[in-house]
């Protein structure tokens, strides 16, 4: 997706702070950052988000998931921290590119609102 920013982010041709990259995966620190540490961690491939998910592109949803671990154990946030993907306009995304918010750093609150 050309006109996509987290498309952009990923490839490097708008500007991110980095947290992790490998072939298929991209963590940076969210711009607006809703606890201590708020990192999204996204595919390099475009998928437009949880609900587009299917048998053929889930193998890099669950390579998100190792490096969200792997991520945590780096920054010393194993022991508690939260995990949240926006679906659509009612769920709330706003970037319409698959991304996980991982945040930590302090309590989280249920529900979440
Ligand atoms: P969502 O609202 O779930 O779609 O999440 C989109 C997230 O992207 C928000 O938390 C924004 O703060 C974040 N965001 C938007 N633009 C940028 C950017 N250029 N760099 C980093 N994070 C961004
Ligand atoms: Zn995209």
Redesign the pocket.
């Known amino acids: 997706m050309s006109d996509c920013?987290f498309c952009k982010?990923a490839k490097g041709e708008?500007p991110?702070s980095k947290v992790y990259e490998d072939e298929q995966v991209f963590a940076?620190?969210?711009?607006?950052p809703q606890a201590p540490k708020h990192i999204?961690v996204i595919p390099k491939t475009h998928i437009q988000s949880v609900a587009a998910v299917t048998p053929e592109n889930a193998g890099v949803v669950a390579h998100i998931f190792e490096v969200i671990a792997r991520i945590a154990a780096e920054q010393g946030f194993s022991e508690g921290f939260r995990v949240v993907s926006?679906v659509g306009e009612q769920g709330?995304?706003?970037?319409h590119h698959l991304?996980f918010?991982v945040l930590a750093g302090r309590d989280m609150t249920w529900p979440p609102g």
Do not use: A, E, M, W
């Not at 709330?92 to 970037?95: K, M």
């Open positions: 920013l982010i708008i991110s940076f620190l969210d711009i607006d999204l926006n709330g995304q706003t970037v991304h918010h």
